[in-house]
T-cell receptor, first 109, second 115 residues
Framework: SQQGEEDPQALSIQEGENATMNCSYK?????LQWYRQNSGRGLVHLIL?????REKHSGRLRVTLDTSKKSSSLLITASRAADTASYFC?????????FGKGITLSVRP | DTEVTQTPKHLVMGMTNKKSLKCEQH?????MYWYKQKAKKPPELMFV???????INESVPSRFSPECPNSSLLNLHLHALQPEDSALYLC??????????????FGPGTRLTVL
């Protein structure tokens, strides 16, 4: 079964706007990671947040984690056309990474 | 070198063929993974190798046979596949010693079509 469930499933925004993607999960985790995938190719790791962290920043990315609500959000600020991709949250338990269904982000120039 | 390479990029095979997918990394990672991804779906874990030993098999049919000949290489041997096995097969690696903070590095994938 899918551990992470992202919403929305598709998001279309204008270049320069911010994009917020949410992820919910069901069981306890060690950490939560976000990945990006362009056009059905390999995934690229974006950011990792540990279960004892609440917020983390990396460049234009901000991720939050609320373990009491079992949810995470990824914010991409000042979006660019190159940010167009599928985004997946992935929960980590032991050595297993379990991906959510993914969000398709389209950034219009 | 922070790259995971996979060959071939594309593979078309018949149901009676035997073929292999190859994955290589030179980052010194001691954990390697195979995932299967269908169109518009998330990757699904198939196998995990840790220190060249199979540690997780997610109930994958025996027509998929993984092999880890050394710490840099991971193979997936394919035999008697079905058309529903057509998918993108992704290899990944990570450093198990950094558990539980194990960022995985993915290869570009092999697009497999079974006729």
């Amino acid at each position: 079964s899918q551990q992470g469930e992202e919403d929305p499933q598709a998001l279309s925004i204008q270049e320069g706007e911010n994009a917020t993607m949410n992820c919910s999960y069901k069981t306890s985790i060690n950490n939560l990671q976000w990945y990006r995938q362009n056009s059905g190719r390999g995934l690229v790791h974006l950011i990792l947040i540990r279960s004892n962290e609440r917020e983390k920043h990396s460049g234009r990315l901000r991720v939050t984690l609320d373990t009491s609500k079992k949810s995470s959000s990824l914010l991409i600020t000042a979006s660019r056309a190159a940010d167009t991709a599928s985004y997946f949250c992935a929960t980590v338990k032991g050595s297993k990474l379990t991906f959510g269904k993914g969000i398709t982000l389209s950034v219009r120039p | 070198d922070t790259e995971v390479t996979q060959t071939p990029k594309h593979l078309v095979m018949g149901m009676t063929n035997k073929k292999s997918l190859k994955c290589e990394q030179h980052m010194g990672h001691r954990a390697m993974y195979w995932y299967k991804q269908k169109a518009k779906k998330p990757p699904e874990l198939m196998f995990v190798y840790s220190y060249e030993k199979l540690s997780i098999n997610e109930s994958v049919p025996s027509r998929f046979s993984p092999e880890c000949p050394n710490s840099s290489l991971l193979n997936l041997h394919l035999h008697a596949l079905q058309p529903e096995d057509s998918a993108l097969y992704l290899c990944a690696s990570s450093q198990p010693d950094s558990y539980p903070y194990n960022e995985q590095f993915f290869g570009p994938g092999t697009r497999l079509t079974v006729l």
